[in-house]
């Protein structure tokens, strides 16, 4: 059985064709009290967490970040079978706090394992791999999964310059800026533990990441937007301003490579 669907992109952004309407900026100043809720329902071990609404939020992307689950999420809010959510809308999401807990002390190991790097570092204590060595992997773990090579690379060029020191102030890590929490999703698919900060599992994370945008979009430049933007909020707005700018920088980058051609 496939695992949920990642809600996650390695960067949320949030511009003027996300902003909120009348309605919602009438909705977010006005005391909205959680919708009801099932509490019987609800298995033992779960942490009820009180959350507003932000554009661009999507059911799977804060069942993701907060620990829960998608179908538990809906049934406690009492929303609709396809998760809809209103920009100032107050929920309650249904922590799985043994998963929380979980991931908390796999984050204590691995900062342990990398030098007691923090998620806002911004280089590590160790020499960085070459740019050279950070094309190969990318090549290999893309033909590995069936991605289109030049592809990932593109995005790869568009992140970070193929420089695995990068960690952005949102905390996605490594030459392929992926987060964290999409990387415990694609840990799913590769069936193993993924590590941001070694070089072939950042190439393994944005590479399967790829794969299941690929997926679920309709055309390379919404799987491309997806990556940047997040699948919920692409389905939701569309592309914002600031991704088809993106999009078109990666299909550039994408089409130089597959002529032989340097990335910059």
């Known amino acids: 059985m496939r695992p949920p669907l990642p809600g996650a992109r390695v960067r949320r952004v949030i511009s003027a064709a996300a902003a909120p309407t009348a309605l919602a900026v009438a909705l977010a100043l006005t005391p909205v009290t959680p919708a009801a809720a099932d509490h019987e329902r609800l298995p033992q071990g779960r942490d009820l967490r009180t959350y507003t609404v932000k554009a661009g939020d999507t059911v799977t992307g804060l069942a993701v970040r907060f620990h829960a689950w998608t179908a538990e999420l809906i049934s406690h809010n009492h929303l609709d079978s396809s998760g809809s959510l209103r920009v100032g809308q107050r929920i309650e999401i249904p922590v799985v706090t043994k998963a929380r807990d979980k991931d908390?002390?796999?984050?204590?190991?691995?900062?342990?394992d990398e030098g007691g790097q923090g998620a806002g570092s911004t280089s590590s204590s160790a020499g960085h791999p070459s740019r050279d060595r950070v094309r190969r992997?990318?090549?290999?773990?893309?033909?590995?999964?069936?991605?289109?090579?030049?592809?990932?690379?593109?995005i790869a060029w568009q992140e970070s310059g193929w420089q695995m020191h990068h960690v952005s102030s949102a905390g996605a890590i490594g030459a392929m800026q992926v987060?964290?929490?999409?990387?415990?999703?694609?840990?799913?698919?590769?069936?193993?533990?993924?590590?941001?900060?070694?070089?072939?599992?950042?190439?393994?994370?944005?590479?399967?990441?790829?794969?299941v945008l690929d997926d679920h979009t309709r055309s390379r430049r919404h799987m491309i937007g997806a990556y940047?933007?997040?699948l919920g909020a692409l389905r939701?707005?569309?592309?914002?301003?600031?991704?088809?700018?993106?999009?078109?920088n990666v299909l550039a980058i994408r089409e130089r490579l597959e002529a032989g051609r340097p990335p910059a």
């Open 104 to 112: 908390r002390g796999k984050d204590k190991d691995k900062n342990k």
């Open 137 to 154: 992997t990318i090549t290999r773990a893309a033909n590995h999964r069936g991605v289109d090579p030049q592809l990932a690379l593109a």
């Open 179 to 211: 987060l964290p929490g999409t990387a415990r999703w694609m840990e799913y698919y590769a069936g193993r533990d993924l590590r941001l900060r070694v070089l072939k599992d950042n190439a393994t994370a944005g590479v399967l990441l790829l794969g």
């Open 228 to 230: 940047y933007q997040g």
């Open 236 to 248: 939701e707005h569309g592309l914002y301003d600031e991704t088809k700018a993106y999009v078109a």
